[in-house]
């Protein structure tokens, strides 16, 4: 069984610091998704990773993808309260299923 | 661009009750899935469907049913409600499935409770 273990499971930490949540597996995936969800909504997609040592920005967010393809960081600068949220890693391969990791709650005081 | 909706929000149930959740995308695509999320877990994958006709199983199936007789629509059903299927469930949809490195979309969630 395929297994998405992420840490840490709970960080709270001051806007304006940074910080790197992970995502690690003993398994290989051919990408690796990266989601956050609000309370009461559903998750949404912020990025897929597709090749090893893979490294995707969205504004202050970071992602890497490992070069084994086993497992992904990501990596806030400068964290505001509008980052507050869950973020779930999900590793994808080609047999239409998605493993999704318990997620990382990330909470931001002002 | 309504994207999936699931319904109802909420729900109570007493056990043995049965229901459906419904879920409904109009982005066309071929990919359906079914996810339960509990709290302090991940999401889990009841079923999913490749396409109209076509359904299977996901890694926690025992206890529900769904068919896809539409592109659109990939309703959830609940035969005998037992207490161990309190949770929040996830509906999503993909255009083309893990190959391609499609996302999912996913609908709000409908809060499911088994008294």
């Known amino acids: 069984t395929q297994l998405l273990e992420q840490s840490p499971q709970f960080l709270s930490i001051q806007e304006g610091e940074n910080l790197t949540v992970y995502c690690n597996s003993s398994s290989v995936f051919s990408s690796l998704q990266w989601y956050r969800q609000e309370p009461g909504e559903g998750p949404v997609l912020l990025v897929t990773v597709v090749t090893g040592g893979e490294v995707k920005k969205l504004k202050r967010l970071t992602f890497q993808f490992g070069d084994a393809r086993k497992d992904s960081s990501l990596h806030i600068t400068a964290a505001q309260p509008g980052d507050t949220g869950l973020y779930l890693c999900?590793?994808?391969?080609?047999?239409?299923?998605?493993?999704f990791g318990k997620g990382t709650r990330l909470h931001i005081l002002p | 661009n309504a994207g999936v909706t699931q319904t109802p929000k909420f729900r109570i149930l007493k056990i043995g009750q049965s229901m459906t959740l419904q879920c409904a995308q109009d982005?066309?695509?071929?990919?359906m899935y079914w996810y339960r999320q509990d709290p302090g877990m991940g999401l889990k994958l009841i079923y999913y469907?490749?396409?109209?006709?076509?359904?299977d199983k996901g890694e926690v199936p025992n206890g529900y049913n769904v068919s896809r007789s539409t592109t659109e629509d990939f309703p959830l059903r609940l035969e005998l409600a037992a207490p161990s299927q309190t949770s929040v469930y996830f509906c999503a949809s993909s255009l083309s499935g893990t190959r391609n490195n499609q996302p999912q979309h996913f609908g709000d969630g409908t809060r499911l409770s088994i008294l």
């Open positions: 469907s490749v396409g109209a006709g076509i359904t």
């Open positions: 999900a590793g994808a391969n080609r047999d239409d299923k998605i493993i």
């Open positions: 982005m066309n695509h071929n990919y």
